[in-house]
Nanobody, 122 residues
Framework: QVQLVESGGDSVQAGASLRLSCVMT????????MAWFRQGPGKERDFVAV????????LYGDSVRGRFFISRDLPKNTLLLQMNNLKPEDTATYFC???????????????WGRGTQVTVSS
């Protein structure tokens, strides 16, 4: 049974950096397209970033491109999200997800973590 557990969320000031982690058990990262989504209060779940099976293709959402970077620690079977120059509009619960396709839409992902909260104050 695949499980995803996120960590690393915190309350920070604008301009700060955070690194989120997502540990996968029950499968390996290389068998899945791995993605980050986020959901702010009263908002839909939005695409943040996705990385392909072998890491050769990475896509980012428009609002985070150039500030956020997705990567994988394969020996630890952990998905990472480095977030730099955080803005108040980045405040959200961040979820990692695993799925069979390189997609930006949440419905394509089969497995989800419970999320980690990121709060950015101005």
């Amino acid at each position: 049974q695949v499980q995803l557990v996120e960590s690393g969320g915190d309350s920070v000031q604008a301009g700060a950096s955070l690194r989120l982690s997502c540990v996968m058990t029950g499968d390996t990262l290389e068998n899945n397209y791995m993605a980050w989504f986020r959901q702010g209060p009263g908002k839909e779940r939005d695409f943040v970033a996705v990385i392909s099976l072998y890491g050769g293709t990475i896509l980012y959402g428009d609002s985070v491109r150039g500030r956020f970077f997705i990567s994988r620690d394969l020996p630890k079977n952990t998905l990472l999200l480095q977030m730099n120059n955080l803005k108040p509009e980045d405040t959200a619960t961040y979820f990692c997800a695993a799925g069979p396709k390189l997609q930006k839409t949440a419905r394509w992902y089969d497995h989800w973590g419970r999320g980690t909260q990121v709060t950015v104050s101005s």
